[in-house]
């Protein structure tokens, strides 16, 4: 079974320099949703933005090269990849021939696509961009826009999730808002080693309270729960508590062993985000 328990978070690791797709581990997000009352197709779309900062391969002459790599994995896929594993196969790369960039990108490309859609009935692809020591420079540092829940000067008592804490103006007019916090804080399912990230929640419907939101997301910080799993939860929490005509919520968490995970969700159809790194990242 493809359970976190199963993978080698937590273990110590044979670290492979020649090229396994072996070492990619999925793990159904099934069972996770199925905890957030999610059964059938998801009220959300979105995608996983990855960026992998430790990428290497050696051309045909030996020559060692290294890249920025972008992933997109959509939430459509059935599987999540566990992150140590997903080190661990782009590890495998750092002494393995290959021609060129465009063929590890194909190569990346493939066993990233079989692995998060391993086990659907009709599989489709996953977005993968190579930036080359060239465009390095063109990489910019961003926050994530809207208005900061972090000003709020407010008491947190509440450190695993605490949905009630999520309450909404409903006898007042509709508002739209883009609301931010550099708060989030949640733990890695499996060892329990902190997940540090910020978050942004766009909507439309009736006014959330700040304060209570602002607390909801300080309440994750003892939670044992993957990236994407936070994202979704919080998604599902706010739809249901808050009733928004429309909801996206996108977190940008630090990187932990030169990757970063930035999951995105949105209750319609939106552009993804440019999948563009913070300060803290």
Same mark, same amino acid.
């Given at each position: ?19 396994? /797709? #072996? ?6 997000? /099934?069972g996770k949703r ?12 979105? /995608? ?43 590890? #495998? ?18 066993d990233i696509g ?105 309440s994750f910080r ?60």
């Amino acid at each position: 079974m493809t359970i976190p328990e199963h993978s080698q978070l937590g273990k110590a690791s044979a670290y492979a320099d020649q090229y396994d /797709a #072996s070492l990619l581990f999925p793990i159904p997000r /099934a069972g996770k949703r199925a905890e957030i009352g999610v059964t059938g197709a998801p009220p959300f779309l979105g /995608a996983d933005l990855w960026t992998a900062f430790e990428l290497s391969w050696l051309n045909r002459r030996g020559k060692p090269q290294v890249a920025l790599a972008h992933f997109t994995v959509p939430c459509e896929t059935p599987n999540i990849i566990e992150s140590k594993s997903f080190k661990l196969y782009l590890n #495998s790369f750092n002494n393995t021939l290959f021609t060129d960039a465009a063929e590890v990108q194909a190569r990346l490309r493939a066993d990233i696509g079989e692995a998060a859609w391993r086990g659907a009935p009709q599989a489709a692809s996953v977005g993968v961009k190579l930036l080359l020591p060239e465009m390095f420079d063109r990489e910019p540092v961003h926050e994530l826009d809207g208005l900061s829940l972090d000003r709020l000067d407010v008491e947190c008592t509440h450190y695993t999730p605490a949905p009630e804490l999520l309450t909404a103006a409903f006898d007042e007019q509709p508002v739209s808002e883009v609301l931010t916090s550099n708060l989030l804080k949640s733990n890695c399912l499996v060892t329990g080693q902190p997940d540090w990230g910020s978050v942004q929640i766009s909507y439309s419907g009736p006014q959330i309270n700040q304060e209570g939101l602002l607390q909801y997301l300080v309440s994750f910080r003892k939670h044992n729960e993957f990236h994407e799993q936070c994202v979704e939860r919080i998604f599902m929490d706010v739809w249901a508590r808050c009733k928004p005509a429309k909801l996206a919520v996108y977190a940008r968490y630090t990187r932990r062993g030169g990757l970063d995970i930035n999951p995105f969700r949105t209750s319609h159809p939106l552009a993804l985000p440019a999948n563009i790194r913070t300060a803290r990242q």
